[in-house]
C-alpha cells in the first residue's frame, strides 16, 4: 500500500509518462477544472503534483 507522497509521485510519474512535454499544460488544466469546482484540496493536491513533476525534469536534466 502507498502512502501519500508516495501516491503523489506516483501520479507525477503517471503524468511524465502520458503527457510528456505537454504534462505542465495537463496539470494545469486539471487545477482550473477543480478551482472552478471550488474544490481547494484538489487544486492543491495537484499543485504539489506539478511541484513533484517539476522536480523530475530536474533530476532528469542533471542526469
Known sequence: ????DQELWAVALWV???HGAAGPAYMA???KRL???G???G???WKTI????????CQ????
Not at 50 to 57: G, I, N, S, T
Not at 60 to 63: G, I, K, S, Y
Open 1 to 4: 500500500m502507498l502512502n501519500r
Open 16 to 18: 511524465e509518462k502520458n
Open 29 to 31: 488544466e486539471q487545477v
Open 35 to 37: 478551482a472552478n469546482e
Open 39 to 41: 474544490d481547494a484540496a
Open 43 to 45: 487544486v492543491e493536491t
Open 50 to 57: 506539478a511541484d513533484r513533476f517539476d522536480q523530475l525534469k
Open 60 to 63: 532528469n536534466a542533471t542526469n
